[in-house]
């Protein structure tokens, strides 16, 4: 069976649906992963998870796995909007590996839904939900078809990678993180290690980096480094910046392959076979 991914959502920050956003997207983060056509996982509930609940209606799809990176709005905000949470015959499981200590995932969102931030509270959403926390480094399996590895990112209030694993293919899903310039992250390198696809954090690019120490995130350089450090085979430019509109994207998608021809820019809808 083949792994394929699609990226619902692929912008950083804040969602930003402007005529100078069109040809990379302007939703915030979301991934699905599938296995032979088949939903298997989503990696995080930005704004592009709307569009993916309309497609799991269509298609009666009536359980979703969600792993979350971490909680800030931009990688939250679109799972009220999620369809199938509101619906008595659909199921989630929900995992979350950087709260283990904060009272976990489920307090989170429903601390997020409560009055006067939303109106209606997570426990009136009519879905089954099963929340798991852990500890980063954690490994576990989901269904029976993909083993889920995990790593520790440096993000303020915590992140966690993931590295998805089915039948010799290998995806890993690595935002939100900062580097530090010429120290390799040894948890990001351990976890991409050989891995045929890193989506990775890419905010910034070299340059501008000086300006955001302290931020939270990483640059499409850094991540080439990385990719090549740990023989990753592909790298997808991943949380675009909401200030890098599509005539920036396009000459940074030009730089980067020319610097590494291994890399890709992700864009809403895009849909990558992977092994």
Not at 63 to 80: E, K, Q, R, Y
Not at 117 to 124: G, H, N, R, Y
Not at 214 to 227: A, D, N
Not at 241 to 251: R, S
Request: aromatic share 10%; with cysteine.
């Amino acid at each position: 069976m083949s792994m394929m991914v699609k990226f619902w959502g692929v912008r950083g920050s804040i969602a930003c649906p402007s005529q100078q956003h069109l040809k990379y997207g302007g939703n915030t983060s979301c991934v699905e992963v599938m296995v032979d056509d088949q939903p298997a996982a989503i990696l995080d509930c930005g704004t592009g998870i709307h569009g993916l609940g309309a497609e799991f209606l269509r298609r009666e799809i009536k359980h979703a796995t969600i792993l979350m990176s971490h909680t800030h709005w931009d990688h939250i905000n679109g799972f009220p909007f999620f369809a199938p949470v509101f619906r008595k015959d659909c199921s989630l499981a929900i995992y979350a590996g950087h709260l283990h200590e904060r009272g976990g995932i489920q307090q989170v969102l429903s601390d997020h839904l409560e009055q006067p931030l939303f109106p209606v509270p997570l426990e009136l959403m009519g879905a089954r939900k099963d929340f798991n926390d852990f500890q980063p480094g954690t490994s576990f399996d989901i269904g029976n078809q993909i083993k889920v590895k995990t790593a520790k990112l440096n993000h303020p209030g915590g992140a966690t990678a993931y590295r998805l694993e089915h039948n010799g293919a290998a995806v890993c899903y690595v935002t939100d993180t900062e580097h530090m310039p010429g120290k390799p992250d040894q948890n990001v390198l351990a976890l991409i290690e050989g891995a045929d696809l890193v989506i990775y954090d890419c905010t910034y690019t070299d340059a501008e980096y000086p300006k955001y120490v302290g931020w939270g995130h990483s640059t499409w350089q850094e991540g080439v480094r990385l990719c090549q450090a740990a023989n990753a085979k592909q790298l997808a430019i991943f949380h675009h910046d909401p200030g890098h509109d599509d005539t920036f994207m396009i000459h940074l998608e030009a730089e980067a392959r020319r610097v590494w021809n291994g890399t890709i820019v992700a864009r809403e809808q895009m849909i990558i076979a992977v092994g």
